[in-house]
């Protein structure tokens, strides 16, 4: 599915993303930036885009984007692009993955943990097959080792555990009725004491 699909289907189920414009020539770029921006590539052949440095953060004037524009073509390397996402940058929060796949025995199954870099270093997640009820929901937040950073540590207040709840649902609504998806992940979504925005999606058919 392309990028510019996936984005329309979370959209589609009501699922907050953070909005953004994709452009395919620097020019239009520096048109529609509203700084500070994310500049993130578009291609099917590159799937961990920070990885390859394909991604740039807080990018804040018309000559860092130039600069940052043109290092992420090039990090791309021989990859077919099929543009660059100019996003808005998202405010700090607590960074989880939301997601999933179509097993072959339970059908659509949602994951649900700690995102953004952490995935892959703590592997610390919560499954259900699809749909899911609101306890559910509530049930798989509070599964995870890392669910007192939701609550607020150290100063840091609580956030909106309705909201994680919400966008599980709506999640688990969309794997269950699209068959034609089979890995999906929304990662990072960012979640804050009141409310929520998905940074990045991933959706492989």
């Keep these: 599915m392309r990028y510019q699909d996936a984005i ?4 589609k189920y009501g699922i907050n993303f953070v909005e953004g414009s994709v ?28 990885d390859q440095g394909c991604v740039k953060l807080n ?13 992420i073509m090039s990090n791309a390397g021989n990859a077919k692009v099929d543009g660059v996402l100019v996003q808005s940058m998202a405010k700090p929060g607590l960074e989880m993955i939301v997601g999933g ?12 943990g700690l995102g953004g ?17 609101r306890d559910d929901a509530l049930e798989m937040i509070t599964e995870i080792k890392a669910y007192p950073l ?6 840091s207040k609580p956030v909106d555990i309705e909201a994680i709840a919400d966008v599980l649902q709506k999640v688990s ?3 269950y009725e699209n068959e034609q998806i089979n890995e999906m992940d929304i990662n ?17 058919p």
């Design 150 to 155: 939701f609550k607020g540590v150290r100063g």
């Design 173 to 175: 609504k969309l794997l």
């Design 59 to 71: 990018v804040k004037d018309a000559d860092s984007l130039r600069k940052a524009y043109s290092e």
């Design 117 to 133: 870099i952490f995935v892959e270093v703590f592997k610390d997640f919560s499954l259900r097959v699809c749909p899911i009820s």
């Design 8 to 11: 329309a289907l979370i959209k």
């Design 23 to 50: 452009v395919r020539t620097v020019d239009e770029a520096l048109k529609v930036a509203k700084y500070p921006v994310v500049l993130k590539i578009i291609s099917d052949e590159i799937l961990h885009k920070s």
């Design 101 to 112: 796949r179509r097993d072959e025995q339970f059908g659509p199954v949602i994951l649900f």
């Design 188 to 204: 990072p979504t960012i979640v804050y004491e009141k409310g929520y925005c998905a940074v990045d999606i991933r959706v492989l």
